[in-house]
């Protein structure tokens, strides 16, 4: 039986499995519409995430915004995101193999509960654990790949466009495509 997004949710609230819960503010579970078809996994929370409680919320999240409504995606109407993992790495460093082991079943029960058709990875990290280890972002990023019945796809972090504008158009065409597949299945 799956488990529920809120059955998921508040197991993760009180969550010890490592050592993140004894810095974390707050758990960031996930955000959006939990019937969407296309599902977004992003890295880890940083810093705005860690006190709200809640995953792009800061200037990525704000772009990332911008970019999904542009090619007809929003929160509130037809994606969910997630995280990799639920709670906020010190310094942002990249999560350790055992903090995503700690956090998979989290990310395994949303994607099963959420049973989107399309995952989009957000970034290296979480396209190279998610789609292959030797993902590479700038090469692979739009390619659809079919795993156990859902549409993967790798695109650009937001955090990187932030810093490497010249990606910008690449990772819009990117999100596009996945709104045509979307409209293909409907
Ligand atoms: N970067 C991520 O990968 N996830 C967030 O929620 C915020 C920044």
Known sequence: MTTTLEELRCRAQSCTACALSETRTKVVFGA???????????????ANEDLRGEPFVGRAGVLLDKMLLAAGFSRSENIYIANMIKCRPPENRDPTPDETAACGSFLRGQIAAVAPKIIVCLGRIAAQAM????????????????????????????????????????????????????????
């Open 32 to 46: 959006g519409n939990p019937a969407a078809k296309v599902m977004l996994i992003g890295e880890a929370p940083g």
């Open 131 to 186: 789609i292959s280890p030797d993902f590479r972002v700038t090469k692979e990023h739009g390619v659809f790949r079919e795993k156990g019945g859902i549409l993967y796809m790798g695109t650009f972090h937001p955090a990187l466009l932030l810093r490497s504008p010249s990606y910008k158009p690449d990772a819009f065409a990117d999100l596009l495509a996945v709104r045509q597949r979307v409209a293909s299945q409907d």
